[in-house]
């Protein structure tokens, strides 16, 4: 029977998952999740599900594509100047660990800097990892983060959580 | 040096007008007085507040209103502030109670806004004659508050024209997404966003029929978006709504001229028309029989083939019949505005519909989309542009000439006209000008 | 359109007050100036300076000042304010020092605000005759400063009345809470906490007296803890005092109807008097043994039975002589108000008294605790509500007709009548439309 | 001689701590305090007590009921709308165990961002949890909560740090 | 009350100034308009545009504005504004393009600023007998821009003086700087530092050649400078640069005294000249070979004794030839600045003299510095300070009648007088009350 | 063969060194760097260099020295009122260890709040600890930190991130 991973194991995961994003490796980010991996930040809390509500983001492989693709861009106005970012993750938990499909669901918590043109916004909230066992690593099948102020009015955000 | 009726006419010339316009902090408190004060502006939907009791409260020119439902057939718009000491009465977005009660001293109201009980009792206030009932232990109304087939709007001004009147032509967009209902209803549904812009109301305004600025400001996500779709139409796929929905942002220019621009009085406007960035969405063959079996397939037919692009309720909404969802503008101050977006349900319709509708609101309006970010942008920097003096004028100069009556009794012109923006400003003089309150 | 005396009156009528007192900035600045800049303003105790070279700063009306102890007998109210170049001299809120040196280039001053050191030599200034003592060379002194019995109060006009009769009746509040100091003497302890309230400084000296909210404002801490009150009387223990502090809260409005209200000129007020909300906290026999020892059990009785709520004078400052605690107001914006809260020890009662003061305080006046955020929300809806445009009036009418004198050469009705916001606002309109300083 | 806990289990029990507040499981969260457990925020630095200095909180479980009782009550104001919080903990040191009472001392560093009404507040401290050991897990006898800016002019602070 | 010359001059004594001059907001708008509209403002040095196509985007007067190379020989400043709609068109601080292009509409333009580029065609502008080329399609241009010896000013108003003539003496500063490289050219290199403070703009600009101040605000970092060199020393090293740049700033009063000041027409000024605090940095032999192979000994001897310390070109610029340093200016409101830190390449130098100026900049304009926090921190409790009403005045009366004629044409004082801010306000009040442009 | 050291002993040394700032145990801190070891706050993203770009802060022992005894001077107005802060340390990653030379690179994300006189300002960046092995501990060769908005126009800063 597969044991379930090592807390460290999966910290180091989160860890590197949010150090692609700040670091701008966007094609090592993106191979972190399975084909049908979805990226999610609901627009309320509790929210059931991203078909029949709004959602801040909600991105299959496809979007996250479009968005990949866009990021270079150089007539892209709204990341010119570039927006930066910088992730702190914690309070990493494992939920639940499902022996037979080695199905991870981990629970964290981070503060997210969004930084461009001298402004600079803080983000917080709770991630929901479901992460598929790969090797001696993890792949994304999912990735839900509530935003702490999910439902305020909000400027641009340009970076994943 | 005050705003006079000359001063404030000489900001508008029919080919530009005055960066301060965009930039003046009393010209903006000016605005919320004598066109947000005066003209019909968008509160909500009847099917926000579908009980008795049910309630929804929102901003009337920065002011806190309140839309209660008190019956089946009657509703109320009151200013949201307890007769007692001025607390705002209600603080939730919406809800539902059978009495309004006031958190500070427990003032309660009926849904018709007449005081039910006064904490402390009401011999207290008999000396003045007054008890539960007289006027000023009410809620007050706002002037005027009228619904156009469901969409609630009011006006702080008691002699505005009728709502119906006032829409004019426009009022047809709202009649389309309607009858795009098998059943002709609409409920609000999915949730709403909202986007904060660090720049004035107008830009927003503008942009909505800004038929040149897609393909440019845009071409990011759109470009990303028609690659995407190429190589999936070559591996013989079909494309997907997310691509149907960014990618015509990329249409050319001549496209978008095509679409055409149609403005009417008080700086009304649509784009589009027989065709826009809708067009192409892939039918779904059970909402058309659904559709089908209500109209018959002519009157179908006559409603999916219309395709306006935006239209302008202004200065304060704007909707797209073709994927039934609206945008609200709510001013903040003269560099600050917050965009809200509402995706309808059309009732009678499989589920796919409202699904396309929030997908496409995710995509476009959401602070995290693709497109939005790059409009924001740019009225981001029409803001910072326009703190510089050296020019006085903005132009609005564009087929300045080429403008051709429509059968709606308005004007017509090819997309890239600046013919919208002048309307709006012809309106925006007459509101600020106007020294009654007949700005409608 | 300039405030001109007259269009200032109009404000304020009997019974109601335009909602523009609370909101409008141009009002606010005006206010600092008449108001502020005329009535006494509470500036510190004189416990907070013991030794010569003490020193507490703080504000007045907005501006930087400096309470400096010279020697036993004198101390000093400066601008806090260098006489070179302006820098605010003392940074830190309070300390002891010598000399008073001013960072940016060194100058030292006397605790008698004298120049005693300047960087560079003093030759600099021979050519206009000035040298150090010369007065432009000194700190410069607020006009008026005096203390009743410890409490030191400022005014910014020359001409104000001295400062006991300004108080009237209300001195009989600072009394008792000095009375009940076995040895007839105060000391600030325990620390200061600072609220940040985002609304009208006016708001919170209303509801210091207006005895119809608590019971509904306050209800969820004041409910919950009459509940475990219950329950720890039924298991037959006593009741904490965090019981006995928060269960009264949640009195019957007749309750608060028989504190009653007291009004008096300048707009000063106390609430309660023969019974309130802290009269049944239960008794300390230690500590009235030993105010018994100071006093006899005759005026002992008579000290302890003075039971006064609130006690408000106008505009800066409130105090409970029951748990010795005062707040003091500092306004910051039109809404933006900070609200201050200090204790005193009742030198020579046993340490119990003072805790229980500032366990009073951790639960009704710190930022975190259980009874104040429900006021400061109250307030944040008023300021919210108040811009809605529909009603100008905001009502002071209840018993606008039931008004008695009392023996203090005051005003008493019920506690539950308007009198006191009504008396607050004759003081108001008197301050603002004085053209003399003499506002007090 | 009873070992001292490992850094994991206490760092996990921090999670769990913080997450219970933040999914607003108040009665879970009080029940983590022994019977004479506390909670306190200091309102100066360094503060030698609480009973002779004010605070910004200090609470035993009766103090703890009635906000725990009051947090749901409908008519609470200052909670409708209702205020939401992320903790993100961090920095988790043992400072000492004592292997006769078995009770850890452990120094921790946080941020929280409290959301309410459109108005995200960040605060960041340094928290000592004094932890009895029970069985598998731990049961907080004090937790005090330094804030960096403690002695700012603070608005309403609702959600425990 | 408006701002009439007369009032405005009456803000102005010849030995002091009134508070309201630094507190302000109307005043500060004002200032924009007649110093900042007036003056010659410095935009930025030739290097940082040294291609064709090479742009940099910066603020004048608060106004978006950019510097671009056409050629060789020419480069324009354009207001940064697109002609179409008005949005800024370059975002970024700096680059090269081929074109300009505004991102919002695509609109292109060249270098020399004439439009390249309409989206959607010109024929849309004929009607108006517009097209490409007309001055209102294009860049617009600020009024004059020019250069002395690579440093470019420009003035918002047409008839300014000639720049040359504008900067009288402070130009020999700049000449100084440059004649520093062997090659007589400079390169801005080595990036830039921009430092946030929460004050008034003045209150730096005075700082600069306030000689009274440094051994008092600074005495923390330079006598633990002191401390570290004396033990160095002791060991028998020699002093490190760090310690060397640090530890003159706690020279005594009189070393600053003998610096002396000198001050010019426009309100320009410099300290030292003779000497400074820079005087006593170890050479570099390499340099100065270079140097006199360059010039010959005597005038390299002449060059690099000249040893101004801060030479202030009124209201926007004041370099240090001696370590190549520049600090630009940016008023943001009355009470809040920006202050940028620029470096140079003496061209033809080693790399040490870059890399001292860099140390120098990252140990005093850094904003994590070990001294200009201090500074920051002075004029933080000038702008508080002077929120006190106790006294109208801010003196500047030191050694008033202590000023003596220079062979520059301007006056000099011995280091603690008040002549440069005597003569900053004479500039000020010339500036703020002339009614025509000829501010210069 | 030198074995690379524990994630959790690199963690806890990197929390000790957050915590010796934020308790400002300035000699002890300093004693935390080798005598060529550097703290460095660049200007700018990927800078390459401090000797020929202007950086916020460029440190080794001799200015570290100026600023520690700076810190205790009673006439350094922008430290009376005395700035506080907190360090939150996350994202703890072993990049790389030289058996050989028993030298670590530690890449760690951070969030620092600093407090003074009433104003909080929130920081957050990455962090490059270059460590050599010492005993059980380690020293600081280098302490490298990325704000991610290290290019903006930033107010006084005053403690070290
Ligand atoms: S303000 Fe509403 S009940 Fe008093
Ligand atoms: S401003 Fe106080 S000594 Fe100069
Ligand atoms: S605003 Fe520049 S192209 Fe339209
Ligand atoms: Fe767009
Ligand atoms: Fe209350
Ligand atoms: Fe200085």
């Known amino acids: ?161 | 040096m005050t705003w006079s009726s000359e001063r404030l006419s000489s900001l508008v010339r029919h080919d530009a007008v005055d960066r301060q316009v965009y930039t003046d902090p009393e010209l903006f408190a000016l605005e919320m007085e004598r066109i947000w004060g005066r003209a019909w502006v968008y509160i909500g939907h009847e099917s926000q507040i579908p009980e008795p009791g049910s309630f929804f409260t929102t901003e009337l020119a920065r002011q806190p209103v309140l839309l209660v439902r008190q019956d089946k057939d009657t509703y109320h718009l009151f200013f949201n502030r307890c007769a007692h000491k001025g607390a705002k009465v209600v603080e939730l977005e919406s809800g539902r109670a059978p009495m309004l009660r006031c958190g500070y001293h427990g003032w309660t109201y009926r849904t018709d806004g007449v005081c039910h009980h006064i904490t402390g009792g009401d011999a207290a206030y008999r000396a003045l004659g007054l008890d539960k009932g007289s006027p000023c232990m009410n809620l007050s109304t706002v002037p005027r508050a009228e619904s156009y087939r469901g969409f609630v709007f009011a006006s702080l001004t008691p002699d505005a024209p009728d709502l119906a009147t006032w829409l004019g032509p426009t009022a047809a967009s709202i009649d389309n997404m309607i009858d795009r209902s098998p059943e002709g209803r609409l409920e609000v549904a999915g949730g709403a966003l909202r986007y904060h812009h660090d720049s004035n109301w107008k830009f927003f305004m503008e942009n909505l029929n800004d038929m040149m600025h897609a393909m440019i400001a845009h071409e990011s996500s759109a470009h990303a978006a028609r690659q995407l779709g190429k190589k999936m139409l070559a591996r013989g796929g079909a494309l997907p709504p997310e691509i149907q929905i960014l990618a015509p942002f990329a249409e050319d220019p001549d496209f978008f001229e095509k679409m055409g621009v149609h403005a009417f009085a008080n700086g009304h406007s649509y784009s589009g028309g027989k065709t826009s960035i809708h067009a192409s969405y892939s039918g779904i063959p059970e909402y058309e029989a659904a559709l089908e079996r209500a109209h018959g397939k002519e009157r179908m037919d006559e409603i999916l083939s219309l395709n306006r692009h935006n239209t302008v309720v202004y200065p304060s909404f704007t909707c797209k019949g073709a994927i039934q969802t609206i945008r609200v503008v709510k001013p903040v101050a003269v560099d600050e505005t917050i965009i809200e977006s509402w995706t309808f349900r059309l009732v009678g319709a499989p589920d796919e519909l409202l699904q396309r509708s929030i997908l496409y609101c995710n995509l476009i309006n959401s602070s995290a989309n693709l497109v939005g970010p790059d409009d924001r942008e740019a009225y981001h920097r029409l803001q910072q542009g326009l703190q510089a003096q050296g020019e006085r004028w903005v132009s609005n100069a564009r087929y300045v000439d080429a403008e051709e009556p429509n059968e709606e009794g308005g004007r017509s012109a090819t997309g890239s006209s600046d013919m919208v923006f002048r309307n709006q400003f012809e309106a925006w003089r007459r509101y600020m000008t106007a020294d009654t309150a007949s700005g409608g």
Chains 1, 4, 6 share one sequence.
């Open chain 1, 1 to 161: 029977m597969a044991m379930a991973p090592a807390l460290q194991d999966l910290e180091q995961f989160l860890f590197h998952e949010a150090r692609l994003i700040d670091e701008k490796r966007w094609d090592e980010w993106g191979a972190l999740f399975t084909e049908d991996g979805e990226y999610w930040v609901p627009a309320t809390r509790g929210q059931p599900d991203a078909k029949n509500h709004v959602s801040l983001m909600y991105e299959t492989a496809l979007l996250r594509d479009v968005r990949l693709k866009r990021y270079p861009h150089p007539n892209a106005m709204s990341l010119q100047p570039v927006p930066y970012s910088v992730h702190v993750i914690s309070n990493v938990m494992l939920d639940s660990f499902d022996a037979a499909t080695r199905i991870s669901v981990v629970n964290s918590r981070f503060i997210m800097l969004e930084y461009r043109r001298n402004e600079q916004q803080t983000y917080g909230g709770a991630t929901t990892h479901v992460l598929e066992t790969e090797g001696e690593s993890f792949r994304i099948r999912m990735k839900k983060v509530e935003l702490v102020n999910c439902d305020a009015v909000l400027p641009s955000i340009q970076i994943y959580f």
